[in-house]
């Protein structure tokens, strides 16, 4: 079995500060890995290298396309590579206005993505729209309504229609939870954790909340100064932390 993403020593620097250093592992089909650490620990850094936004100092990317098999993503040409984010990719960013076009249409948000592929029949685009609004639990009423007038976790919820309307294999997550209330923090996780089971999506999560992970990964890195200090499975990295560093991390939430 091949993995559908297959990391290299992934390396970036500024100056003299680390990002982060020499990373690798695979993603495999059908998985969630979460990386998780402290804010400067290099997560973000590593997921933007992976998602094409940041140029590495060095490494390979390896995805394994519908077409052509494993193929190095940082070697790509710049319309491969914007073609693979707006089909076989997807990139949930932290504060859903990052994702989103504000003074658009919550339908028309959906349907620019369907028409990045090649969509145009009106129709199908405006049904589709409404039928991904319902999956993430905004009301068909509101398909023409911009995203400046809806709640943050809407907002979110949005963006996550807008990602995922082209069936997608591969999703990068940052924060997606960051900066929501408790409660909608807790509805968005179990939306989430509902679409990546259904639609068998592979998944990057990064994030600094312990228990984002604990629900939707399977697996876990453990990051600091650049470095991954600890991997595993997620209840075995979090039950049973075995570097000091992760110790302390979970030891503080549960202090909490």
């Known amino acids: 079995m091949t993995p559908l993403l297959d990391v290299k020593g992934i390396a970036k620097r ?30 973000s ?27 190095d993503t940082l070697k790509m040409g710049e319309p491969e590579r914007r073609m693979l984010s707006r089909t076989d990719w997807a ?5 859903a206005r990052d994702g989103l076009r504000m003074g658009v249409s919550a339908g028309g948000n959906v349907g620019e993505r369907l028409m990045a592929v090649g969509a145009r029949n009106y129709g199908t685009i405006r049904h589709q729209a409404i039928d991904w609004l319902g999956r993430v639990e905004i009301s068909e009423e ?3 309504d911009r995203p400046t007038t809806f709640s943050g976790g809407m907002q979110q919820r949005l963006q996550i229609a807008r990602n995922l309307v082209t069936g997608p294999r591969l999703v990068f997550m940052d924060e997606p939870t960051g900066g929501l209330d408790v409660s909608v923090q807790a509805r968005l996780l179990d939306l989430l954790r509902g679409l990546v089971r259904d639609m ?5 999560v990064v994030t600094h909340d ?5 629900l ?15 991997t595993g499975l997620t209840d075995q990295v979090l039950d049973d ?11 503080s939430v549960l202090q909490v």
């Open 210 to 214: 312990l228990a984002v992970v604990r």
């Open 142 to 144: 509101r398909v023409d």
């Open 45 to 71: 850094t590593l997921l933007n290298c992976l998602a094409g936004h940041l140029a590495p100092d060095a490494g390979e990317v390896w995805f394994d396309t519908r077409v052509d098999g494993p193929k």
């Open 14 to 43: 500024y100056g003299r500060h680390i990002g982060c250093a020499d990373v690798s592992f695979d993603l495999w089909p059908g998985e969630v890995m979460g990386i998780v650490g402290e804010s400067g620990s290099g997560k």
């Open 241 to 251: 932390p075995q570097h000091g560093y992760t110790q302390l991390l979970v030891s």
């Open 91 to 95: 990139f949930v960013h932290q504060h």
């Open 200 to 204: 068998g999506l592979s998944a990057i």
């Open 216 to 230: 939707l990964a399977d697996r876990l890195m453990v990051m600091k100064d650049g470095q991954v200090v600890e």
